[in-house]
């Protein structure tokens, strides 16, 4: 019994013990749980503490982005309101023009009923006068009365026979006056009918544009060491460059639009491209004249497709492309061309003609000799017809393009029908501008002077013909020759023109030598 007590009683000290293990155990244990725990907290707070410090960051970079976003979009928003500004000052011109030519046409309306007052009063004396003059015919009448019946009858017959010459005259001087008058009727309704169908937006183009750049500090790149780099801008377009106290703004003076476009292109990529000097200026000048000559390709195939004409050769596509850069008496050559066909179709289809397309296809091509009247003597209607002729067109609308200015006869009825679409394109109110096209072809003859001496390579007309600037070949003039070059290019324009104060004749010969090192 004794041995039986001992033996429980280890055995609950050693469940004791055991208990005791497995306590300390899972004291131990949760203690580690404990640690690793604190342990994540601490290193959950430092990744938070990071992230804070990334997205502060990040709200700060942000911020300054939307800074200099914001002051791009008020420089953008500052140009588009000088753009827009400038444009309502043309168009408070183009009013103002027009109240000009109402005070005109009012003057002449006062100026026809003061004409008229003055033949009706004619027309009342006339009327006495014939009425005094019957009173004299009755009284010489009745002296005739002694006279024998054959005498008489013969007298009686040549007073019937003027009265009825004179009713007959009357009648056909009325029935003419009618015809004329519903011919006329007719022929403005028709008119009406066809220029109610087509209307046509037209933008009068100037002879500056604009070129913003991204900050003042360019200005001295264009400019260059010693000018150099604008010397060879301006030489390689033959455009001005103006560079003024203007913030952000170089203007670009020329009178040839396709020279303008070029130098703008060229001004924007070098702006862009940031790499501004001599010879990328060159580049740039060659790659710019090729885009200008896609442009001019795209435009000549839009003129074409938008009138739906088919089989036109690629060279008159080529020159009515060129026709978009041209203008007349300020007017866009190849929208009035357009502006043209269109009014031409019309009145073609209104009158019952059997070719409404031939009337288009030569209302398009009328001008094409603008194109290339500075390289050909003669009329632009001869050379354009001359133009079409070798390009194969009908001779029906060869010769709509060479009579539609009256240069040669008339030979059927799409003639006068070209004449008259040109007329009323180029007659209404605001189409044309006379005296800037006078200054423009002063431009022109200037430099078409200078170019007829030998060893011209190329000559441009700068600062508004006040100067002419005439690049030489070196290898055929020397110094001295260049002296005198200028000296006969003076005396020429002197003789030919008329000009106020001075034209400055400006003569450079450039020698450049190129080698490459292998």
Avoid at 182 to 209: F, G, K, P, W
Avoid at 267 to 282: A, F, Q, S
Wanted: net charge negative; hydrophobic share 40%; glycine share 4%.
């Amino acid at each position: 019994m004794t041995f039986l007590i001992l033996v429980a009683g280890g055995a609950a000290c050693i469940v004791g013990l055991t208990l005791m293990v497995v306590a300390v155990g899972k004291t131990a244990k949760a203690q580690g749980i404990a640690r690793s725990i604190e342990l994540e907290r601490a290193a959950a707070q430092k990744e938070i503490a990071a992230e804070k410090r990334e997205a502060s960051f990040q709200l700060k970079e942000e911020v300054h982005k939307r800074r200099i976003e914001f002051k791009n979009e008020l420089k953008r928003e500052q140009a588009e309101f000088e753009r827009v500004q400038s444009k309502l000052t043309a168009q408070k011109e183009a009013f103002d023009e027009k109240e000009r030519w109402i005070n005109s046409t009012k003057m002449e309306l006062q100026q026809k009923e003061r004409e008229l007052s003055r033949l009706s009063d004619q027309l009342r004396i006339n009327q006495e006068r014939v009425k005094v003059l019957q009173t004299d015919l009755t009284s010489r009448l009745e002296k005739l009365a002694y006279m024998t019946q054959e005498e008489a009858r013969r007298v009686l017959f040549e007073t019937l026979e003027a009265e009825v010459k004179h009713s007959h005259e009357k009648w056909l001087q009325k029935a003419e006056e009618e015809a004329r008058l519903t011919a006329r009727e007719r022929s403005l309704h028709i008119i009406v009918d066809a220029m109610q169908r087509y209307s046509s937006d037209y933008v009068s183009s100037n002879t500056i544009c604009i070129v913003t750049l991204p900050n003042d500090d360019m200005k001295g790149r264009i400019i260059g060491k010693e000018g150099r780099n604008i010397k060879v801008l301006e030489m390689t377009t033959g455009v001005d460059i103006i560079i003024d106290d203007t913030p952000e703004i170089i203007t670009i003076s020329g009178f040839n639009p396709v020279r303008r476009e070029i130098a703008r292109r060229t001004l924007e990529k070098l702006v862009t491209d940031g790499r501004i000097n001599p010879t990328r200026i060159e580049e740039t000048v060659a790659d710019m004249e090729r885009e200008v000559d896609e442009i001019i390709q795209s435009k000549g195939k839009d003129a074409v497709a938008r009138l739906n004409l088919h089989n036109v050769a690629q060279e008159i596509i080529m020159l009515l492309g060129q026709l978009h850069f041209r203008t007349s008496f300020s007017q866009d050559v190849l929208a009035h061309s357009i502006e043209v066909a269109t009014m031409a179709r019309m009145l073609a289809e209104e009158l019952g003609f059997p070719r409404p397309d031939l009337a288009a296809r030569a209302g398009l091509l009328h001008d094409i000799g603008k194109a290339v009247s500075s390289d050909h003597e003669g009329p632009h209607a001869q050379i354009g017809a001359e133009v079409a002729r070798r390009c194969g067109e009908d001779p029906i609308v060869v010769n709509a393009i060479a009579a539609h200015h009256e240069e040669v006869a008339f030979k059927t009825l799409y003639d006068p029908l070209i004449l008259i679409a040109d007329t009323l394109s180029a007659a209404r109110p605001g189409a044309r501008r006379e005296t800037l096209a006078v200054y423009i072809k002063r431009l022109e003859k200037l430099e078409a002077i200078a170019g007829e001496f030998p060893g011209v390579k190329r000559a441009y007309a700068l600062q508004a013909g006040r100067e002419i600037r005439i690049i030489v070949e070196e290898d055929i003039l020397n110094d001295q020759e260049t002296s005198i070059l200028a000296l006969n290019v003076a005396k020429k324009v002197e003789s030919e023109l008329t000009f106020p104060g001075q034209i400055k004749v400006n003569v450079i010969r450039e020698k450049r030598a190129v080698e490459y090192a292998k």
